[in-house]
């Protein structure tokens, strides 16, 4: 996967939202310092005109600085904003996704024929958020070429930023999806003002349950997964702050009598959170196979958060046999 | 271990402190309810005189309440407190030590040749708390004799208390221990007010490295009992209160300039934290073995705690290779 050209890789990032201006930054001062890359990293920006009438990405270009999504940091001189797609990726062989989920599907589509051969994709859209220069870590996940995962942890390692590479795509997917439905139910626990004794044992169970889960839809995952990055730290930082933690900290306050749909379109504009619908789409998974009383905790959230069960429910349920 | 008399189990409980207290009323709830035991619960009190003129012995049964250690809160009248330690465990064949733990070698001693046959013993010393009617779990170590295990695990388990049992003593202990070194390395982080990202992220690797140590020192030690309750649950509730993790906070919010020592007598009026000690004595481990970069998060913590390094540099480390 060498670049023809210069034998050096090309990074462009498809996405400049606040997330997609920080995933830039950092690999633009990691490409500026690694000799296997070229310098500059092309930033896909979905265009928009700012109040002053400028143009979104003639203004990134100019200033340095994504002044409506991440304003006051500079990216660096080698991020170069691109309005048009085709022209951001022609040259890439190394793609970086972080645009909102929902918009992954359609950039895909628009993609088909217009990328270099061998093109290497990431996506950042779930699982981890990179707190700026501040001391975090990230797990990818990959399958089979260890070689070109290790050259995309190289790519985002800083001394700030520490990327582990494990052989587990599912694994890690899972571990980004799932751990929202605890998150819930971390919130669920705070709005009971429960403590974090109990916080802590809630989010245990869902951590093995999480594990357990995902093992049975695909035995290829590892319970190594779940000491990474992607496992363990990301769900405390997710049951510690996060809106499907603070959303249903709301709903437990309320007694369940406010609906999500109610609490959502008040504290997230109408956003939903992903740790609802999760909750119902693993549920169905869980009703389909006869497999609840086995995940106590995922089936309890779901239940909760449809009214069946009050909040308090996420306490009392008792672990089924063998699951400890 | 059949009681020869009445052939129900006999449990006393050595310690009557706080944490002593909350186990006697959950013990006593449970054998007054479960046929395969007596439902007399004996308390050893290390005796005291109350301002009163009472002794704390007579108060307890009086009011079967200890108005000292537990204010408020009934134990059941099937706790009875004996302050003789020879007379509270002479009956007993299940004993359970929750004395603070520098006494547990002399009441050991005392205690040779006055127990029955076939005596078991469980010790609360380490490893969890009890929330009172608050949702929370523990952990059961065993060796070999799984039916003993399971026997302490019915006498604990309530609809709000989980225990699970697990086939390796060293595993447990060592959570037990070393999350409180963990915990000094979150409460750094939380000094430096730099977020639940870093501060999982450093839980995360502090879990890990307390697997690694664990295993090296103990290869019979398992990794699931690191998601059990004494391991990931139990590390998340002292990062997240507990005073190792307190005082922590407040010698890095000093930059380092007031010791421990100093921190310990102001804030805990003299006793010391088992984060710091522990961390010097894995450390001494660490050095004889030549380990140190192996375990830069369990090292740092100590370099800091003992001035040599500041607190900044719990996050400045690089992760050893291989560690991941």
Redesign the interface.
């Known amino acids: 996967m060498e670049n023809g050209h210069t034998g050096k890789h090309r990074v462009a990032v498809i996405g400049s939202g606040n997330w997609g201006s920080v995933a830039s930054r950092l690999l633009a001062s990691n490409t500026a310092k690694l000799p296997s890359f070229h310098d500059e990293v092309r930033m896909w920006v979905f265009e928009e005109t700012l109040p002053t009438g400028e143009k979104l990405s003639e203004s990134i270009n100019q200033a340095h600085e994504n002044c409506k999504y991440l304003p006051g940091i500079k990216l660096g001189t080698n991020v170069i904003a691109d309005p048009d797609l085709e022209s951001a990726v022609k040259d890439a062989d190394m793609l970086v996704f972080v645009t909102p989920h929902q918009f992954v599907e359609g950039i895909c589509k628009k993609l088909v024929g217009k990328l270099r051969p061998g093109v290497e994709a990431i996506s950042l859209i779930k699982g981890m958020?990179i707190?700026v220069e501040?001391?975090?870590?990230a797990t990818i996940g990959y399958r089979e070429d260890k070689e070109a995962a290790n050259r995309w942890a190289k790519l985002f390692t800083t001394?700030?930023f520490?990327v582990?590479?494990v052989e587990d795509i599912e694994g890690v997917e899972l571990c980004g999806t799932l751990k929202n439905v605890v998150a819930i139910a971390a919130g669920f626990v705070d709005g009971l003002d429960?403590?974090?004794?109990?916080?802590?044992?809630?989010?245990?169970?869902g951590?093995?349950e999480m594990?357990a889960f995902s093992k049975l839809l695909f035995p290829s995952v590892r319970?190594?997964t779940?000491?990474?990055?992607c496992?363990?730290?990301?769900?405390?930082?997710t049951c510690?702050?996060g809106r499907n933690r603070r959303v249903a900290e709301a709903f437990a306050r309320n007694g369940g009598k406010r609906s999500f749909d109610e609490l959502e379109a008040e504290m997230l504009h109408g956003q939903k959170l992903q740790g609802v619908s999760t909750a119902r789409e693993v549920y169905e998974v869980l009703t389909y196979h006869g497999w609840q009383e086995l995940f106590p905790l995922l089936s309890t959230v779901h239940e909760i958060c449809i009214g069946q069960l009050p909040p308090t429910s996420i306490?009392?349920y008792?672990?089924a046999e063998g699951q400890?």
Do not use: Q
């Open positions: 958020e707190a501040k001391f975090s870590e001394p700030y520490l582990s590479v429960m403590g974090n004794n109990t916080k802590a044992a809630i989010m245990r169970i951590l093995r594990r319970d190594n779940f000491f990474e990055s496992g363990v730290a990301d769900l405390i930082t510690l702050g306490v009392e008792r672990l400890s």
